[in-house]
């Protein structure tokens, strides 16, 4: 199992941008693939995007191209997003998360290790 912390979240305004971190221990996170997800209240989990486990390819959905970006650094076992342009809409609880798959994963229910969120509010 690995154990997962997100760090970076906070209040932004439109138009900002904010960097949140996702720091493994117990395990190699080279060894996982990983994706990034958030849930808004009275909303369900989404995928914000995904990597593979070296870093070369990736997926965002159509809402977060352009403008999310997920980079990964496995000597220090992080995982970062970079999110850009913000928007009030992009207000949630950001997860990251882990599976030991080799490639990308899209569903929530492919991943077996959880951080426990962060929060990102875009307002003015």
């Known amino acids: 199992q690995v154990h997962l912390v997100e760090t970076g979240g906070g209040l932004v305004q439109p138009g900002g941008s904010l960097r949140l971190s996702c720091t493994a221990s117990?395990?190699?996170?080279?060894?996982?693939?990983m994706g990034w997800f958030r849930q808004a209240p009275g909303k369900e989990r989404e995928l914000v995007g995904t990597?593979?486990?070296?870093?070369?390819?990736?997926y965002y959905p159509d809402a977060m191209k352009g403008r999310f970006n997920i980079s990964r650094d496995n000597a220090k076992n992080t995982v970062y997003l970079q999110m850009n342009n913000l928007r009030p809409e992009d207000t949630a609880v950001y997860y990251c998360?882990?599976?030991?798959?080799?490639?990308?994963?899209?569903?929530?229910?492919?991943?077996?290790?959880w951080g426990q969120g962060t929060q990102v509010t875009v307002s003015s």
């Open positions: 998360a882990a599976r030991s798959g080799h490639g990308l994963g899209y569903q929530s229910g492919e991943y077996s290790d």
């Open positions: 117990g395990r190699t996170l080279s060894n996982y693939a």
């Open positions: 990597v593979i486990r070296n870093g070369v390819l990736k």
